[in-house]
T-cell receptor, first 115, second 116 residues
Framework: AQTVTQSQPEMSVQEAETVTLSCTYD???????LFWYKQPPSRQMILVIR??????QNATENRFSVNFQKAAKSFSLKISDSQLGDAAMYFC????????????FGTGTSLTVIP | ETGVTQSPTHLIKTRGQQVTLRCSSQ?????VSWYQQALGQGPQFIFQ???????GRGNFPPRFSGLQFPNYSSELNVNALELDDSALYLC???????????????FGPGTRLTVL
């Protein structure tokens, strides 16, 4: 089974600064999808960004971007110009591009934004 | 807001009881997945329903079962509740084309189950 590892249980960032959250994964597949989800204290999981493994270009969504290193099996999330509303748990997730239906999640990183 | 709704919000049960959790998927989505999220952990896949049939299951015992209805809403049933079943149960809806993989999942707010 695939595994997803988030080695930073907690991170903090000053408002307006940049922070990077780390994620590594283990797979023998060549084609798959990677995701970052945000779970605020209200607990509804929200999709932040999505990356297809076959695309070399890193995905970007406004202030959120990823650094996808396929050979290293690394998928980090960079949040620029951090805002108070960015404070949440962030989960990295993996899904096979084949017929697999299961999403594999990491254990999450709790991000605090300091005013 | 994702358009995925779950009920109830909170639930307290005692060991040995049975519980049913409900999920309404986002409009246009035909697939529902259920996850268990223990405190301080990431979501763990329970199973997925597509076209009213179970289509993929994680490492959960048979006392976890489900249903999907023609309108794509879904239920998660847990029998013989154990203390370790206490968790946040998340439902996620998505679109799956025939024979293809599941697209991006959109989550509901979850049901907090406490087993005493």
């Amino acid at each position: 089974a695939q595994t997803v590892t988030q080695s930073q249980p907690e991170m903090s960032v000053q408002e307006a600064e940049t922070v990077t959250l780390s994620c590594t994964y283990d797979t023998s597949e060549s084609d798959y999808y990677l995701f970052w989800y945000k779970q605020p204290p209200s607990r509804q999981m929200i999709l932040v960004i999505r990356q297809e493994a076959y695309k070399q270009q890193n995905a970007t969504e406004n202030r959120f971007s990823v650094n996808f290193q396929k050979a290293a099996k690394s998928f980090s999330l960079k949040i620029s110009d951090s805002q108070l509303g960015d404070a949440a748990m962030y989960f990295c997730a993996y899904r096979s591009a084949g017929t697999g239906n299961q999403f594999y999640f990491g254990t999450g990183t709790s991000l605090t934004v300091i005013p | 807001e994702t358009g995925v709704t779950q009920s109830p919000t909170h639930l307290i049960k005692t060991r040995g009881q049975q519980v049913t959790l409900r999920c309404s998927s986002q409009s246009g989505h035909n697939t529902v997945s259920w996850y268990q999220q223990a405190l301080g952990q990431g979501p763990q896949f329970i199973f997925q329903y597509y076209r009213e049939e179970e289509n993929g299951r994680g490492n959960f015992p048979p006392r976890f079962s489900g249903l999907q209805f023609p309108n794509y809403s879904s239920e998660l049933n847990v029998n013989a509740l154990e203390l370790d079943d206490s968790a946040l149960y998340l439902c996620a809806s998505s679109t799956r084309l025939a024979g293809g993989p599941t697209d991006t999942q959109y989550f509901g707010p979850g049901t907090r189950l406490t087993v005493l």
